[in-house]
């Protein structure tokens, strides 16, 4: 069996995301860093299409994407993984993005029956039950990416966690009146989110109060969106007079977050003197805005996902793997304290099975 991804990361001491990065000269990678996985594939033999062609002797070596919003920093963040992967084993890849249920649904059947690829990467949507058993019945390779399901592979981050570490932080740091701003509750992450931000209030004695919670109304990328943002922080503010107003947030984005920071500025608030903001994804724009944030490794989720569809070509047969990514607290200037990274109350990194070789 030739060398593979895995082989790399374990003998240059990196994440498989670090070796991708590598491969594809990534400029987020430092020379020392390339260099070092570089000379590893050397010294292995590595062979990055060797792979893809032992795939393309049967199959089309065509993965579909089912994927929603384009434009959301998250996808595009997840994709650009999904991307290099592919295109170091030579692997073809359809992206259909869509924008509700009856597009995701038209797709997946589209995948089924055109008989054009070998396997399909569904993200961040609940997937339709009505699929379920064509699926199984057709054995189409499928990983589920930002949710779950138990028939099938899955990759997600623990939102539920991340949430209690951004609310815990704020609460560490002094604050008991702590608002949130979320998205569509039709959403897995912003369900999760909100769960996780009212266990931390409880585990400190804190009341839970929907009275401090705003839930976008804004339809577009279920409310993952800076207009979704910047209003609902706007409505915060409006509720926030009085001895019970927030004097802290978590935000369960931060495209969302950019948003509340630009309202914060529009009603001169200050922000973290009068009140502390904590977003979740550690997109590039989170670091310009000084952001404190919960950090999702979108990159390496991207390359995992289509790592693991190749794994269940390879092993049709084998249980269902649940892959879960623990995030990690980045704090920066908005929450207040002192700059930092924070490896999650469990522990950082990725919790998987053995890949399959």
Do not use: W
């Given at each position: 069996?030739?060398?593979?991804?895995?082989?790399?990361?374990?003998?240059?001491?990196?994440?498989?995301?670090?070796?991708?990065?590598?491969?594809?000269?990534?400029?987020?990678?430092?020379?020392?860093?390339?260099?070092?996985?570089?000379?590893?594939?050397?010294?292995?033999?590595?062979?990055?299409?060797?792979?893809?062609?032992?795939?393309?002797?049967?199959?089309?070596?065509?993965?579909?994407?089912?994927?929603?919003?384009?434009?959301?920093?998250?996808?595009?963040?997840?994709?650009?993984?999904?991307?290099?992967?592919?295109?170091?084993?030579?692997?073809?890849?359809?992206?259909?993005?869509?924008?509700?249920?009856?597009?995701?649904?038209?797709?997946?059947?589209?995948?089924?029956?055109?008989?054009?690829?070998?396997?399909?990467?569904?993200?961040?949507?609940?997937?339709?039950?009505?699929?379920?058993?064509?699926?199984?019945?057709?054995?189409?390779?499928?990983?589920?990416?930002?949710?779950?399901?138990?028939?099938?592979?899955?990759?997600?981050?623990?939102?539920?966690?991340?949430?209690?570490?951004?609310?815990?932080?704020?609460?560490?740091?002094?604050?008991?009146?702590?608002?949130?701003?979320?998205?569509?509750?039709?959403?897995?992450?912003a369900r999760e989110r909100l769960e996780g931000y009212k266990l931390?209030?409880?585990?400190?004695?804190?009341?839970?109060?929907?009275?401090?919670?705003?839930?976008?109304?804004?339809?577009?990328?279920?409310?993952?969106?800076?207009?979704?943002?910047?209003?609902?922080?706007?409505?915060?503010?409006?509720?926030?007079?009085?001895?019970?107003?927030?004097?802290?947030?978590?935000?369960?984005?931060?495209?969302?977050?950019?948003?509340?920071?630009?309202?914060?500025?529009?009603?001169?608030?200050?922000?973290?003197?009068?009140?502390?903001?904590?977003?979740?994804?550690?997109?590039?724009?989170?670091?310009?805005?000084?952001?404190?944030?919960?950090?999702?490794?979108?990159y390496e989720m991207g390359t995992l996902a289509l790592q693991m569809?190749?794994?269940?070509?390879?092993?049709?047969?084998?249980?269902?793997?649940?892959?879960?990514?623990?995030?990690?607290?980045?704090?920066?200037?908005?929450?207040?304290?002192?700059?930092?990274?924070?490896?999650?109350?469990?522990?950082?990194?990725?919790?998987?099975?053995?890949?399959?070789?």
């Open positions: 069996m030739g060398i593979t991804i895995y082989d790399l990361a374990r003998e240059a001491g990196v994440g498989i995301g670090t070796v991708s990065r590598c491969l594809n000269n990534h400029p987020s990678v430092s020379a020392k860093t390339r260099e070092k996985v570089l000379a590893v594939a050397k010294r292995l033999s590595y062979q990055p299409h060797a792979h893809a062609q032992r795939l393309a002797s049967k199959k089309s070596n065509t993965f579909s994407t089912i994927i929603p919003f384009f434009t959301n920093y998250f996808f595009i963040e997840v994709l650009q993984g999904v991307q290099d992967r592919a295109s170091e084993l030579g692997i073809d890849l359809i992206l259909y993005g869509v924008n509700n249920t009856a597009q995701a649904e038209y797709y997946l059947r589209r995948s089924l029956h055109g008989g054009r690829v070998d396997g399909v990467m569904f993200f961040s949507m609940k997937f339709p039950e009505s699929y379920v058993a064509k699926f199984e019945q057709m054995k189409l390779p499928l990983v589920i990416v930002d949710a779950y399901h138990e028939k099938f592979d899955s990759l997600l981050v623990k939102n539920l966690e991340g949430a209690k570490q951004a609310t815990r932080h704020l609460i560490s740091l002094g604050h008991r009146n702590i608002g949130m701003i979320n998205a569509s509750l039709e959403t897995t992450p931390a209030l409880a585990e400190a004695g804190i009341p839970f109060d929907m009275e401090k919670v705003v839930i976008t109304s804004n339809g577009k990328q279920d409310g993952f969106n800076r207009e979704a943002g910047y209003e609902s922080m706007k409505e915060m503010l409006r509720r926030g007079f009085g001895r019970n107003r927030a004097t802290a947030v978590f935000i369960a984005s931060d495209v969302q977050a950019i948003g509340a920071l630009e309202a914060a500025r529009e009603f001169g608030v200050r922000v973290p003197e009068d009140i502390a903001v904590v977003g979740f994804d550690d997109i590039e724009l989170a670091k310009h805005a000084q952001l404190t944030t919960v950090r999702q490794p979108m569809l190749i794994n269940r070509m390879k092993n049709p047969c084998a249980a269902p793997n649940h892959s879960t990514f623990l995030p990690e607290l980045v704090i920066r200037k908005t929450c207040g304290a002192q700059p930092g990274v924070v490896s999650s109350s469990l522990h950082s990194g990725i919790e998987l099975g053995e890949p399959s070789s």
